[in-house]
């Protein structure tokens, strides 16, 4: 893919991290130590998205404009079936827009053919859903494995980058459970190890402490607090949690289709 | 891809009750293919190792009824055959277990192991045996079942001959051959000949040859049914084995009806095989929508649902045919040989078989997955993932 902008993302910070992976810096988060100002990494130009029930169409999104800066930490906000998740579908590229531009790290997501979309979601987004959605029968490491199966890696590279994602969590020691032997707070944290560990671009939040208790959640949030400061990954995060919006840099309110 | 077949066999894990059910199910079916087709190849393998140079000759009408003794040096004399042997159907029945069932045959002793050379007997017991007038071979298996050993007496009740019949056991036969009956009780042709008279007397049940040259056994035949056209009793003539696939085209009825009811038992596995993938196709929905969520696409997920279903096919398959294997082997089969020997001599399960068998599991269970995971690969990951609220 020659989209990529990576190049502003080699130089390296000397900022002490609060993680245990600090001792041993891993490869695969290089953090940059100004990500670009005012650079877009998400463009959203007129965007409207329509659902047909039946002959019925249902315009979620109406000519939304959006841009979100590299490295940004955003909250949007908005009443149930605001059409919140269909936003954070498009910017994840599970779903084209029905008219308007939609421009992701570089790429026009309404362009995109299915391969090529799969292809683009495997490089740049890390997903992070409500209800963790971690496979059953595999241990948290071999769950977070599973994005590096999509590439060239060795056996013995993917379980060191799982490893470290882990760690980057505070999962070090619960590596080898299942996900019915971890805490809801602790399914949430390798469900992020997973979203992190092919290092991607944007992290796609859709309410990811909906399911937690408030201690657990505030960990969460820490945590994600921590991958944008740290790891300077741009977040954007779905959440009908004033204290969670509170973290974001930026809060954003859609409504009837539109941002507020 | 490795990686990819490990997670999907993974799933199999997750119902344990399921797989369970699902594997007996296969298994006790693919038991049943196995057996059903080792009965049809049991069947033929009597008529493919039947000897070829050995051509038979019994009366034309049926062969319950007998030949004239001197038939048989007139098969003899027909150029081409090269040693010839008659004998009896004898019909003997052990007094105490009469349900115990055996070919008994009066044979000619001189030449019987001539033309059955194959049924193989120690220069010793053969010299004994022929020189004892009360002397019986009979095959190890049933001298085995009986207990009989050398120089034991043995009375047997004739049903065809009335009266009690003492015998002498005087040595076994086994069989180098699988088309052959290893329990055959054999005995002096004279013997029972010496006790008859009026019409039964000098009566042979039909006449057994080998022919010098086995691509001309069917010309030979005919030139031994020559021989006869003139008298009184006409014979039919023919090769051991075109008797044997004569004798199979009999039941080619009850073959057809086999071989359909394997087919059924397939397409009942089809069946079971084809619901628990498509159960468990359904229920992990959103997890294949995960998985396309993070870069997986469409054929990944076919391959994930089609190495799972291919998994409970070989585990299938694999406890069929180790259920089967041994059970056929060393208890079905050995009943059957000890006592239906004279229909299926050799009744064990061939290796081709047993491939055969975990190689259909597996089809079966990868073509059960076809339309699940067609369907799968076709889950709408906005859909699958949408939660209300
Ligand atoms: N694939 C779809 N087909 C039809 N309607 C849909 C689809 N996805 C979402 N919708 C509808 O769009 C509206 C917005 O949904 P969603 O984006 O999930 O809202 P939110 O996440 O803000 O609760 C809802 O009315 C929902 O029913
Ligand atoms: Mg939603």
Sequence with gaps: MSTEPTNERESKSNRASPSAAADDEPAQYRKSASPEKGKAIIEMAGVTKTFFRGKEPL???DGLSLSIEEGAFEALMGPSGSGKSTLLNLIA??????????????????????????KFRARHIGFIFQSYNLMPVLTARENVELPLLLTKLSSAERRKRAETALRVTGLDDRMDHYPRQLSGG???????????VHDPTILVCDEPTGDLDRKSADDILELLTKLNVDFKKTILMVTHDPAAAERATITRHLNKGKLE | MIRLFLIAARNLKRSWFRTTFTVAGSAVALVAFIMLRTVLWAWSAAAEYAAQDRIGTRHKVTFIMPLPLRYADDVRAVPGVKQATYMNWFGAKI???????????AVESKTFFDVYDEMVVSPEDKARWLADKKGAIVGHVLAKKMGWKVGDKVVLEGTIYPGDWEFI?????????RSIDDSEFLFHWDYLNDTLTGEEKDTIGWVTSRVTDSSRSADISKEIDRVFDERDTQTVTMSERAMNVS?????????????VVSIVI??????????TIAMGVRERTKEYAVLRAIGFEPWHVRFFVVAEAATLGIVSGVVGVGVAYPFVNNVLGRAIEENMGAMFPYFRVEPSIAVLAIGIAIALAALASLIPSIQAGRVSVTDALRRVG
């Design chain 2, 266 to 275: 397939l397409g009942i596995m089809l069946l079971v095989l084809g619901n």
């Design chain 2, 247 to 259: 004798f199979m085209a009999g039941f080619s009825a009850l073959l057809t009806a086999l071989d």
């Design chain 1, 93 to 118: 590229g599970l779903d084209r827009p029905t008219s308007g531009k939609a421009t992701i790290a570089g790429n026009d997501i309404g362009a995109m053919s299915d391969g090529e979309l799969a």
């Design chain 2, 95 to 105: 007094p105490t277990q009469p349900d115990e069932f055996f070919a008994s045959m």
């Design chain 1, 59 to 61: 315009t979620v999104l």
């Design chain 1, 186 to 196: 602790q399914e949430q944290r390798v469900a992020i190890a997973r979203a992190i």
């Design chain 2, 169 to 177: 056991i005087d040595g076994v036969y086994k069989a180098s051959r």
